[in-house]
């Protein structure tokens, strides 16, 4: 039998070496072309400040909102909100044309910079890529399609888990299908909605009917909560479908839950996935709900950890970690759950690069559980390199 499908395992972190004899080398790559282009710079800012430079050589690669991948500067001062305004790649590329190319071939690891009439010039080696793209075309698999091909090892989640961790339809169907408790929903697809609007409305009447208000209509494959609408009635309706739609072609509509929402972490150790302390989300007077704004911009306060009896913190730390199995994760994943007044944890989403600022829940999370930013930034790293590439 040929062995060229076989997993293949990289030089262990634990070596302190890549396969030239060097540091390992970390591309951490970041920006993209989703709605989450400037969250994403913010994080690879903080991921820049927090790599142990004694450990790793960085270089730095980020993707224009139009899908250029650009050589930046290792600059994390300049990855910050500013003003209230999110940093763009586009101001960060070292230059306005020049390309970065990532290989494809299993048997090179090397990445080439390229200019318009200038000499290509070779970067040298990635051992590892830290993806710090939030959203469609980088969070949903598709970096990591690229990166398994070309047999380099990476951050986090793999193909399948990427993909369904962010199209929040067949995430709750896997849910349902390892018994974990779900909230009410429904799917929108494009062709019905372009099609036959009035037979959706219609469905979304019934499920009010069976349900009740609020609903949240949502871009069914973004995060960090852009396009999100709270409605109380049908005057907002396809007003904010198409609000959605202005992310994702599919919407999801979800009844709304009545509980707290309590997070928990999930962290990929040597010997298995691990939950942190959880935190709450109280209620944001200022925002409808915890929005774009309310997470990076006015920095709201999670309580860390949540006020939670100890039987209660065991239940959604044994769920987190149940979530994590069941959508096949590596890596890093934050749970987020609601506590419902009879004492019910259900789920409402995982996120497999859940926000990564500092400031941020998912690393808060794990500070309070013993784990530093910058440990966790090591240990996600050291996780990676353990791993095989290829089929596992």
């Avoid at 299993?106 to 793209?133: A, N, Q």
């Amino acid at each position: 039998m040929s062995s060229e499908n076989l997993p293949q395992s990289p030089v262990p972190a634990t070596s302190g070496a890549s396969s030239s004899g060097q540091k390992p080398r970390v591309a951490v790559v970041f920006g993209g072309r989703s709605s989450e282009h400037g969250v994403s710079v913010v994080t690879a800012g903080a991921v820049l400040r927090a790599i142990d430079r004694t450990k790793y050589d960085v270089l730095p690669i980020g993707i224009t909102r139009e899908g250029r991948w650009a050589l930046t500067a290792d600059d994390p001062e300049r990855m910050s909100i500013t003003d209230r305004q999110v940093p763009d790649v586009a101001d960060l590329a070292e230059s306005p044309e020049g390309g970065v190319v990532l290989p494809v071939d299993p048997s090179s690891r090397e990445v080439v910079y390229t200019e318009p009439g200038s000499v290509p010039k070779v970067l040298g080696d990635v051992d590892v890529v830290f993806p710090v793209l939030h959203g469609p075309y980088g969070e949903d698999g598709t970096i990591q399609g690229l990166l398994d091909l070309s047999g380099t090892p990476y951050v986090g989640c793999g193909v399948l888990s990427s993909a369904v961790g962010q199209d929040k339809e067949y995430m709750k169907r896997i849910f349902t299908s390892f018994g974990l408790k779900v909230g009410p929903y429904l799917v929108i697809r494009p062709r019905e909605w372009e099609r036959e609007q009035d037979g959706a409305r219609r469905r979304i009447a019934d499920f009010v009917g069976e349900h009740g208000w609020p609903l949240f209509i949502k871009p069914a494959r973004a995060g960090s909560s852009f396009g999100i609408t709270k409605i109380d009635s049908f005057d907002g309706l396809d007003e904010a479908i198409e609000t959605a739609r202005a992310h994702d072609p599919k919407v999801i509509v979800e009844a709304g839950v009545v509980g707290r929402e309590i997070e928990c972490g999930v962290l990929e150790f040597e010997d298995g996935p691990r939950a942190s302390v959880p935190a709450e989300i109280p209620p944001v007077q200022a925002h409808d709900f915890y929005d774009f704004e309310a997470k990076y911009i006015d920095s709201a306060a999670g309580i860390v950890p949540a006020p939670l009896s100890d039987e209660e913190t065991a239940e959604v730390q044994r769920l987190a970690v149940e979530a994590f199995e069941a959508v096949a994760c590596e890596g890093i994943v934050r749970a987020d759950f609601f506590l419902t007044e009879d004492g019910e944890f259900v789920i409402n989403e995982i996120n497999t690069l859940p926000g990564f600022t500092p400031i941020s829940m998912y690393p808060r999370m794990w500070q309070e559980s013993g784990v530093s930013y910058p440990e966790l930034v090591d240990r996600l790293l050291e996780a990676a390199l353990r791993r095989p590439t290829g089929l596992r």
